[in-house]
C-alpha cells in the first residue's frame, strides 16, 4: 500500500527483455533502495514492483506482460524519469490517499495551461473509469495522488502546484504523453457494494 506522495525522482537504468514475455528493468534511486531489501515494493511511476536485487543505488523488478501491457511503464527508456515511492509504513502520515500501486489503466495529458503559481492539466480517461472519478475526489497519476478539479464523461483535469511540477515527472510531461492511472478503490468498493446490494446479495 502506498500514499501518492512521491519521495524521489528515479532514473530507468536499462530495461532488459527476459524472453518470456516480461522484462527486468534496473531503476536508480538512491533513497528509496537505502533501506530496501529483496522482497520489498516500491511503486514506479505508480506501478506496484517487487525489488529483485539492489546494487549502488540501482534496484532490479521483474516486470511481467501484463504489467508492460496494461500500463505505461513498458514505453520507458533508459534515461527516463520515474516517480517512486517505497511501501507505506503503519506508523507513518498518510499525506495522500489511500493507493495500491494497481493501475487501473492509461490516460493520456491532453491539455496544459500554466497559471502564475500552478498548472492545469487535463487528462483522458480510458473508456470505464469515469463512472470512478469525481470532483475533489482522490485519483493517482503517474504514482502522484492528486485532487481531481473538474471530471468530463471521458477527462478529468487537476491543479499542479509548484512542488509537484518540480519534483514529479508530472512537470514535464507534454501533451500527448501516456500517464498511468488509479482510481480511488473506495469508489469501486463501494460500487461493487451497492451492486450486490441491488442484486439481493447484501442486506
Known sequence: ???????????????????DDSALVAIRG????????HGDSIAVNGVCLTVV????????????????????????????PVNLERAAALNSRL????????VDGVGEIVAREPAAQWE??????????ARYVVEKGSITVDGVSLTVAEAGDDWFSVGL?????????????????????????LAKYVERLLGDRGAGGVR
Open 95 to 102: 499525506g495522500g490517499h489511500l493507493v495500491q500501486g494497481h
Open 120 to 129: 492545469t492539466v487535463r487528462f483522458r480517461l480510458p473508456a470505464g473509469l
Open 30 to 37: 538512491p533513497l528509496v533502495t537505502s533501506d530496501a531489501r
Open 1 to 19: 500500500m502506498f500514499t501518492g506522495i512521491v519521495e524521489e525522482l528515479g532514473e530507468i537504468v536499462r530495461s532488459t527483455e527476459t524472453g
Open 53 to 80: 536485487d539492489v546494487d549502488g543505488g540501482v534496484f532490479t523488478a521483474d516486470v511481467m506482460g501484463e504489467t508492460l501491457r496494461r500500463t505505461a511503464l513498458g514505453a520507458l527508456r533508459p534515461g527516463d
Open 161 to 185: 502546484i509548484p512542488t509537484t511540477l518540480k519534483l514529479t515527472v508530472l512537470g514535464t510531461k507534454r501533451i500527448g504523453d501516456p500517464v498511468n492511472l488509479e482510481v480511488d478503490v
